[in-house]
């Protein structure tokens, strides 16, 4: 009897790419930087309602030669040491009227000890165009929960903003928000019945704020809760196994790893090192 051959898996489709360029940039506080994106091609994106929607930034090495969009499958067979950095960045804000979005990037030192990412923002120009995909996310205040807990650390804080300005006027609840440097928190706009506590210092320090909440009262309850790996698998355990919060009311992942770029964090998200969940 003849053997049919498996059928092979679908190809891949590679993601669509929107080539946009710098119209703006705007110091928020020290270590904080708002680049404004915007151009015919905003309509490529997958524009979402999402408060921690996000897009993936693509970045040449300068000295590559490189322009975008790029042909990355291209890349990848014949010159893979030319490929773009990808990054993750949040929305923090998206204007459909001018098609235009800002990303808000936390500044790390200077040179080569600043990123990748943030170092293209501190240099970039009006004018220069990068390329990006997306967006993705997940989140967003649910209209019906009065009662709400944010927690997070620099990089989660332009998400944690657009949630605040998408919250009901008559929500209530608490902000948790680590920082390496007082001078670098910001007046975020919100309801009136949400307190917003600055955690500065170490980043232990959240999770000992975390663990000094009264979380009896789990019902009506929405959490968000992202920050580095490490520390969000420990305020993960607080908040699910330990205060009994039912997982469907949380959102939580890690939004970075000490001491990994973005490329080894995002691989390591398929092995045990990676998994947040115990």
Known sequence: METMPAPSAPAKRPRKQAVLEVTGKTRLSPRLLRVTLGGEQYDHLNRNENSDAYVKLLIADPASGLHPPYDLDALREEQPELLPARRTYTVRHWDDEARTLDLDFVLHG??????????????????????????????????????????????????????????????E???????????????????????????????????????????????????????????????????????????????????????RIEDQFQAEKREIIGKIDD
């Open 173 to 259: 609840g608490l902000v948790l928000l680590h920082l390496d440097h007082e001078e670098d928190a910001l007046e975020l706009p919100r309801p009136a019945g949400v307190e917003l506590r600055w955690i500065v210092g170490e980043r232990e320090l959240l999770l000992e704020a975390v663990h000094g909440l009264d979380l009896s009262r789990t019902e009506g309850l929405q959490v968000f809760c992202h920050a580095e790996r490490g520390l969000t698998k420990q305020l993960r355990r607080l908040l699910v196994k330990d205060s009994g919060i039912p997982r469907e009311q949380i959102s939580v992942s890690a939004y970075w790893a000490l001491g």
């Open 110 to 171: 200077h040179g080569e000890d600043s990123g990748i990412a943030a170092r293209w923002a501190d240099e970039a120009l009006p004018g220069d165009l990068i390329a990006l995909s997306g967006a993705g996310g997940g989140y967003t205040p649910q209209p019906g929960t009065r009662t709400h807990l944010l927690i997070g650390d620099h990089a989660a804080l332009p998400a944690i903003a657009a949630s605040l300005e998408a919250m009901d006027e008559q929500a």
